[in-house]
Structures are given as C-alpha cells and as structure tokens.
C-alpha cells in the first residue's frame, strides 16, 4: 500500500466537506514533508499538520471521512484522471487557453510555460527566476 494514501484521502475528505481550507491543508503538507522532512507517511505527521489549520475536531472529523467510500472514491477518480491526462509527477498543471486547447505541464520550473499559454500578461514580480 502506498505510504501516502491515508493523506491524500484525507485531502480528498477536505475537498469535499471543508474546500475552503483545502489550500492551507496542501500548503502545511507540503511544509511538514519538503521544509521539515517529517515522514508524511506517519498518521500522526500528517493528522497534526492538519490539526493546525483545521483544529482538532475538524481533524478528527476529516479523519474518519478519509475512510469512507466517498473520500477513496474521489481519490481513485482524481488518480484515473492524472493518468489519462498525461501526469507523471507532482506538480502537474493541466491549461485550458481562451480557444479551449488543453496541454499539461510538468514542474514548478514550468509555470512560465503555463503563462506563455495561457495568453497571460508576464510580470516580473515575484516568480521572476520561475518565469
């Protein structure tokens, strides 16, 4: 079984009963994982890094629902769209321009492509090096 998947149902629960947080949730994810180098494989990694943004109840909550067919479901239909799109790892940007042609993008070091793409006006502020 893969190390990760109690999470990513977990995020999947959090997409479906609390979308609001669903961005904090990745970003403290990320931050536990990539910036703290704590094991997001453990329960109790990734059940406190949520607990910061959602609170323990919530947590407790997202928990159990994680379980549940409804969050497996979502992750399962989330997983078989990344492999029809073309994923192959993390970030995957899928684009959609004003004429409606789709390509995927691959990497934080791609988001200039995404950008150019997309029609979008360049700015040097911020990601300038990504860009």
């Given at each position: 079984m893969?190390?990760?998947?109690?999470?990513?149902r977990?995020?999947?629960?959090?997409?479906?009963?609390?979308?609001?947080h669903?961005?904090?949730?990745f970003?403290?994810?990320?931050?536990?994982?990539?910036?703290?180098?704590?094991?997001i494989?453990?329960?109790q990694?990734?059940?406190?890094?949520l607990?910061?943004?959602?609170g323990?109840?919530?947590?407790?909550?997202?928990?159990?629902?994680?379980?549940?067919?409804?969050?497996k479901?979502?992750?399962?239909a989330?997983t078989?769209?990344?492999?029809?799109?073309?994923?192959?790892?993390?970030?995957w940007?899928?684009?959609?321009?004003?004429?409606?042609?789709?390509?995927?993008?691959?990497?934080?070091?791609?988001?200039?492509?995404?950008?150019d793409?997309?029609?979008?006006?360049?700015r040097?502020?911020?990601?300038?090096?990504?860009?």
């Open positions: 893969d190390r990760s998947r109690a999470a990513m977990a995020l999947s629960a959090i997409s479906l009963h609390h979308p609001a669903l961005t904090a949730c970003a403290t994810l990320y931050t536990t994982f990539w910036v703290h180098r704590n094991p494989s453990q329960p990694t990734w059940t406190a890094a607990t910061s943004v959602l323990e109840t919530s947590t407790r909550e997202i928990v159990r629902l994680a379980g549940e067919a409804e969050a479901e979502l992750l399962k989330n078989d769209l990344a492999v029809r799109e073309g994923a192959f790892g993390l970030p940007f899928v684009a959609t321009d004003a004429e409606g042609r789709r390509e995927g993008f691959w990497g934080f070091d791609h988001l200039g492509q995404v950008v793409f997309l029609g979008l006006e360049r040097d502020e911020g990601f300038r090096a990504m860009l």
